[in-house]
């Protein structure tokens, strides 16, 4: 059965870094896209990154450009969010996820939380 794992969040200072992990299992990695998704209190799911199967395209929605980073590694069936600058407002739980087919997949989700 898919499975997904993500992994390294916790609590930062504004302007500190962050990298999560997600690993998958039970499915074929390599030929999926990988997206990360977050959801702040009270607010919708929003799409934050998105990655190719290939890792020849990726695709970040404009609050996180130029701050975070999606990247795979498809031997080891994991995707990585490296998240750098952070932003009290980039607090929320983030959620690694694929589509396969007719299923829609997601991890337990990791919490980040930006504070001083």
């Known amino acids: 059965q898919v499975q997904l794992v993500e992994s390294g969040g916790g609590l930062v200072q504004p302007g500190g870094s962050l990298r999560l992990s997600c690993a998958a299992s039970g499915f074929t990695f390599s030929n999926y896209a990988m997206k990360w998704y977050r959801q702040a209190p009270g607010k919708e799911r929003e799409l934050v990154a998105r990655i190719s199967p290939a890792n020849n395209s990726t695709d970040y929605v404009d609050s996180v450009k130029g701050r975070f980073t999606i990247s795979r590694d498809n031997a080891k069936n994991t995707v990585y969010l490296q998240m750098n600058s952070l932003k009290p407002e980039d607090t929320a739980v983030y959620y690694c996820?694929?589509?396969?087919?007719?299923?829609?997949?997601w991890g337990q989700g990791t919490q980040v939380t930006v504070s001083s």
């Open positions: 996820n694929v589509r396969i087919r007719n299923g829609n997949y």
